[in-house]
T-cell receptor, first 112, second 114 residues
Framework: AQSVTQLDSQVPVFEEAPVELRCNYSSSVSVYLFWYVQYPNQGLQLLLK??????LVKGINGFEAEFNKSQTSFHLRKPSVHISDTAEYFCAVRVTGNQFYFGTGTSLTVIP | DADVTQTPRNRITKTGKRIMLECSQTKGHDRMYWYRQDPGLGLRLIYYSFDVKDINKGEISDGYSVSRQAQAKFSLSLESAIPNQTALYFC?????????????FGSGTQLSVL
């Protein structure tokens, strides 16, 4: 079975500071990894994904994430956050041919 | 028009009532999903359908049923609603034929059971 752990439920950070949102997964097989973002009162939209190849993936709005197989992690980073980045962020995994599993989410609040 | 449309956007109902949430998609995707979102619990899968004749239970299917009326339509029913089913419900789709299969979400249905 697969599971996803997002260690931080809430992350406050000052504007223009860097941020890292942590995600760890457990799986006995290879997985695909995703980060989704949910802005207030909206549905989820894809931020970035890792399928194969380079372990550093870049997404929209200046976010990037690094796949670390040995640590089974897929942490999300941004070097300088904006007020508009305030949102809920979800890490997700998928096994080939199977469904998606989501973490419990991290609420990022950017402080002016 | 949105690719994944959920109706209604908001619904308030009483305990014991039957409720149906509807989802339709114009993306031509074969797979459809129903999730519920609760604060601190993230998204949990209720039911999923990999094609019209393939319906599967997710991790929290008790108290829910679904119907895949066509490839483009996937409805979720609460036969007898209870207060702990108050949540934000999301429908999603994906294309199993895509090399980079990912989920596309609707805007959500906020359900309140009093």
């Amino acid at each position: 079975a697969q599971s996803v752990t997002q260690l931080d439920s809430q992350v406050p950070v000052f504007e223009e500071a860097p941020v890292e949102l942590r995600c760890n997964y457990s799986s006995s097989v290879s997985v695909y990894l995703f980060w989704y973002v949910q802005y207030p009162n909206q549905g989820l939209q894809l931020l970035l994904k890792y399928l194969s190849g380079s372990t550093l993936v870049k997404g929209i709005n200046g976010f990037e994430a690094e796949f670390n197989k040995s640590q089974t992690s897929f942490h999300l980073r941004k070097p300088s956050v904006h007020i508009s980045d305030t949102a809920e962020y979800f890490c997700a995994v998928r096994v080939t041919g199977n469904q998606f599993y989501f973490g419990t989410g991290t609420s990022l609040t950017v402080i002016p | 028009d949105a690719d994944v449309t959920q109706t209604p956007r908001n619904r308030i109902t009483k305990t014991g009532k039957r409720i149906m949430l509807e989802c339709s998609q114009t993306k031509g995707h074969d797979r459809m999903y129903w999730y519920r979102q609760d604060p601190g619990l993230g998204l949990r899968l209720i039911y999923y359908s990999f094609d019209v004749k393939d319906i599967n239970k997710g991790e929290i299917s008790d108290g829910y049923s679904v119907s895949r009326q066509a490839q483009a339509k996937f409805s979720l029913s609460l036969e007898s609603a209870i207060p702990n089913q108050t949540a934000l419900y999301f429908c999603a789709t994906s294309d199993s034929g895509a090399t980079n299969e990912k989920l596309f979400f609707g805007s959500g249905t906020q359900l309140s059971v009093l």
